[in-house]
């Protein structure tokens, strides 16, 4: 009896799909912006190139990326005006943004940086678990990266919003989402870096949330995080919590 409530207990304790979202948690878009932005200066001849400016389109591409997730604009919004923003902040002038963009997605996808060793991590997690990939971006160029990384080859499913049509944390990004991962949502857990996108996306269909924050910045808004990881290193600590000698096999016997 005692042993039967035990497995009774761990089947109720079972990780068995895990989301990742990937730039800033698997992927370091940060450089590979730096590296587009770079070349973007250089084809457009936008003058002296300096870390300080790449550190102002940042700001400039976060907060567009932002009000995209909260509705306030659309993705085609996005790609124009974050480069209106950033040619008005260099004194340059602003028609070229959408001849820009185009040069500067096209770039994007050639640098290929891991954040921490992601690649080793999600390559010994896609042997215990079902991965699945949750990104906002753009189709073409989210492909490309995921290709490139080798990543792509460790997720079951791929969803990117450009694909599906809707933005994390819309909860219609996620339901196609859950109705591939195909088990209880007790059962899924999601690990990104964004607490506006991953984690409140995470909080609106009600799985686990583990919020990737290397930096250790305090958490002051609402939204909620069952778990908090400095290192993607810490990820194997959250799933030792959800004991099962073998989450695909038990995923698979359903």
């Not at 035990?6 to 878009?29: E, H, P, Q, V």
């Not at 699945?132 to 990543?151: F, H």
């Amino acid at each position: 009896r005692r042993q039967r409530q035990m497995c009774i207990r761990d089947r109720n304790k079972m990780i068995k799909a895990i989301l990742f979202d990937i730039d800033g948690t698997l992927l370091d878009f940060l450089q590979a912006e730096k590296n587009a932005i770079k070349k973007v200066f250089a084809k457009f001849e936008l003058g002296e190139f300096s870390d300080d400016k790449v550190q102002k389109y940042s700001e400039i591409n976060l907060k567009h990326w932002e009000m995209l997730e909260r509705g306030e604009i659309g993705k085609s919004e996005v790609m124009h005006l974050r480069f209106v923003e950033f040619l008005k902040f260099l004194g340059r002038d602003t028609s070229l943004a959408d001849e820009i963009n185009e040069f500067y997605e096209s770039s994007v996808p050639s640098t290929t940086a891991y954040i921490e060793n992601a690649d080793e991590i999600c390559a010994d997690l896609a042997t215990k678990y079902d991965l699945y990939c949750v990104t906002n971006g753009a189709l073409k160029v989210q492909t490309e990266r995921l290709k490139k990384s080798g990543l792509d080859k460790l997720f079951k499913g791929i969803f990117i919003s450009d694909e599906i049509g809707f933005e994390k944390p819309s909860l219609k990004f996620f339901e196609p989402v859950l109705k591939a991962a195909n088990c209880k949502k007790s059962e899924i857990m999601i690990i990104g870096d964004s607490l506006t996108s991953d984690m409140k996306g995470g909080n609106g269909v009600g799985i686990k949330c583990c919020y990737y924050n290397p930096c250790r910045i305090p958490n002051t808004t609402e939204i909620k995080t069952d778990y908090e990881i400095a290192s993607l290193s810490e990820i194997y600590n959250v799933c030792l919590l959800y004991t099962s000698p073998s989450p695909r096999d038990a995923h698979e016997s359903r």
